[in-house]
């Protein structure tokens, strides 16, 4: 009996086990963390590429890619007037040399506008061998990190062989990895061999219950020996000599030293990109179907261009509906499509796929169907405080310019 | 004359007495050891946190006036239960030596080994010398008010020298595309920190203004002030606890 709930136990054990460590497991680093809304409607990212997958320990690693900041920013998260655009990685293992918003370089962190468009570029330097998913993301203030999306980086090399040179003011080359470390421990080992000695001087006589007991029978002047106040008195000279002849020298080995950098730095948008108003898009309703994970959005489309339109793509949180009719849809590298990239395999849906000609204004049923909205977990938008969808729809001409609309709209959810 | 020096003031106990007495005395340092590795630097950790963990959080401004106005906490409650029942005059250099013990560990295993970042940039702060003259004054002048004022201020003034011949090096500028930034800013640019962006650096920022453009020492007097308040609070916070009336039912 007892060896059947043993046998019973273990197998419960390694059915736990299994789910833990199964090997599709989620690599869970925050990208579902925020609230749809968040994820949806306030850092839309689009076009974001990666130079290579393959670096070798001290090679580059060039993230580019663009982000319209949504109009419907939604009213819980603070206004993005403190951003941090950044990497998404296990720690160090890349250090970022360089970093371009609008070809503008940046090291702080930046105010961002809303309606704005922006591209950027991260240049990254492998540091540690291993495989990690590599998101660019944005650190919003008070809001959390929104992210890009995710592309698994495998670097290869040994971590020795990493160096991380870099130019000072006055000409110095030093390197960022061993800079400052020995003089540090110098001085920390100074000190505690300085306290170590202090205390060791105590530590040595008998100590708790005789002192006290010595204490208490009034012999306690006993306790303290005139050497000891002499020591003490040496330290309340030489302690502060050595504090602040040290920090002389400092400052006469390092003239010219500066407070920490901090600055908000301003970068205007890029010229319109999203939102044009040439193709203009406009969400009548949404729906999304529970059990069938499929999000149905009715939108009028006006083409004011001069030439007939196509729709091509709805993305929205990373999650990628591609419309499969659309011409140069099966062009996956044009579009940045790798096995990485969250695209539905069913694609969009569109209930009159005929190109909107020019002029012409349309309602357009859209219809993306996938059980990425769940494991994304997308689908929690119906059960937030703030139930909108965003994302941007894609739309290109025969000539395959792009017209890019951010769109947003309740969402009506169907249960069942 | 060396071992004469070395000469321990006549002991009240003598034999087995005093073997059983000392065996108590490694007993209670041991524990001690252990406990303040652990509290002192929680409580360091929860306290002062990112001012100590990164290079570019320790600014001339808010860094030299939160490291010392919490690191004196546990020195003095500690020095009030060792200097008053016993006259060891060694609590606040106990208690820093800890720390230290314990941030090293966690800068070297959880943030090198870990999370692989360069230990240079995450190196503590010493406060071994400030320690070490709270030490020295406590037992000189036998008075918790002189203490708090000569000691207390002398905890706080000797913060940023004494770390500064550590960290000045970390100052020198670099050019990053057309802008100075410090090598520490660098750090906190280059190595890639997710939860860690920018804007939730301090610097300079709220009413603590610069004067005349001289911030640390502003800064720093300001910490000394509030050291002579924060000292005595945890004084008497270290007595309350030391009784043993919270176990006389045991
Ligand atoms: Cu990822």
Known sequence: MTKTMMHLLGIFCLGLFGLTFAPNAVYAHGEKSLEPFIRMRTIQWYDVRWSQDKPRVNDELVITGKFHVAEDWPRAVPKPDASYLNVSSPGPVFVRTERYVNGQATAGSAALKLGGDYDFKIVLKARLPGRYHIHPFFNLHDAGAVMGPGHWIEVTGVPAAFTNPVKTLNGDVIDMETYGLANGIGWHAFWFALAAAWLLWWVRRPLFIPRNKMLQSGQGDALVTPLDRAIAAGILVVVPLVVFGAQAMTDSQYLNTIPLQTALDQIEPLAPVVNTGLVQVKVQRAEYDVPSRSMTIVTQIRNSSDQPVQIREFASGNVRFINLASHQANQDANQGIDDDTLVAPQGLSIDSPAPIKAGESRIVRLTGTDALWATQRLDGLIRDTDSRLGGLLFLIDATSNRYIASISSAVIPKFD | ?250
């Open chain 2, 1 to 250: 004359m060396a071992t004469k020096a070395l000469e321990v003031p006549p002991q009240p106990y003598t034999g087995e007495k005093a073997r059983l007495t000392r065996a108590y005395d490694y007993l209670i340092l041991v524990l001690a050891l252990f406990l303040f590795i652990g509290i002192f630097h929680l409580h360091m950790m929860l306290t002062v946190g990112d001012w100590d963990f990164w290079q570019d959080w320790k600014d001339r401004q808010w860094w030299p006036l939160v490291t010392p106005l919490m690191m004196i906490t546990f020195p003095a409650a500690v020095q009030a239960v060792l200097w008053s029942n016993f006259r060891l005059p060694m609590g606040a250099t106990l208690c820093i030596s800890c720390l230290l013990i314990g941030a090293w560990i966690a800068r070297y295993f959880s943030y090198h080994l870990w999370n692989y970042f360069p230990i240079n940039e995450v190196m503590p702060a010493t406060m071994l010398p400030s320690a070490l003259v709270l030490d020295a004054v406590l037992m000189l002048t036998n008075s918790v008010t002189v203490t708090s004022i000569v000691g207390g201020m002398a905890f706080a003034l000797l913060f940023y020298p004494s770390n500064w011949p550590i960290f000045g090096m970390f100052h020198v500028p670099v050019e990053y595309n057309g802008a100075q930034l410090t090598i520490a800013d660098l750090f906190g640019f280059q190595y890639i920190r997710a939860s860690m962006p920018e804007y939730l650096r301090i610097i300079e920022r709220g009413a603590l203004r610069t004067y005349g453009q001289y911030a640390t020492p502003l800064s720093a007097f300001c910490s000394a002030f509030l050291c002579t308040l924060m000292y005595p609070l945890w004084w008497y916070m270290g007595k309350a606890f030391a009784t043993t009336k919270y176990v006389k039912n045991i």
